[in-house]
């Protein structure tokens, strides 16, 4: 392994064990504002909605890794980021505005809390917001600019922790 292989491997570890503190402080603040259903209807809601975001992004992603490195060229790795981007953000806004009018009854249907009902076009601006966001981290992690990788990601990461605290701290005022 060459050092430099060495240096990205410290800064991808690093970037895990902050994360994984991040949820550390981040559960306990969760289960003290919610009660242990109303969390386990949210989690379960939050994996279907991931689940459903990771089915419509049709593979792109995987695509854009595996063909990122089919040239050097920069005109052709940004206009490989911007038409996956393009394609998979037209697809996000039609079901997302499906979701706007439609989501509370397919909800309603699996018997999900008018609570997180109320919230649920939030969080799936979030995870689609989220997936959109991968492609620019999957193009630093393709040019091996780890530090950058790593910052943005975790103030991706601390940001979603923040709003997710702050929403829970005023939701329960």
């Known amino acids: 392994m060459k050092s430099k292989d060495f240096g990205h491997s410290k800064v991808y570890l690093f970037l895990n064990f902050s994360i994984l503190a991040g949820y550390v402080v981040l559960y306990p603040v969760i289960t003290n504002y919610l009660n242990p259903t109303l969390y386990g209807e949210y989690i379960i809601l939050h994996a279907i909605l991931s689940i459903f975001v990771s089915i419509l992004d049709l593979g792109c992603k995987i695509g854009y890794r595996r063909n990122f490195f089919e040239s050097n060229d920069i005109k052709f790795r940004n206009n490989l980021l911007f038409s996956c981007q393009v394609l998979i953000s037209i697809i996000f806004i039609i079901i997302f505005l499906f979701f706007l009018n439609s989501g509370d009854k397919i909800l309603n249907y699996f018997d999900v809390s008018n609570e997180l009902i109320s919230i649920s076009s939030l969080l799936l601006a979030s995870l689609i917001l ?3 966001c991968k492609y620019f ?3 630093l992690e393709n040019n091996k600019d780890s530090k950058k990788y790593s ?3 975790l103030l991706k990461t601390y ?5 997710s605290i702050s929403y829970l701290i005023l939701g329960q005022g």
Do not use: C, E
């Open 130 to 132: 989220d997936n959109f």
């Open 137 to 139: 981290l999957i193009n």
């Open 151 to 153: 910052k943005i990601f």
């Open 159 to 163: 940001f979603f922790f923040f709003i």
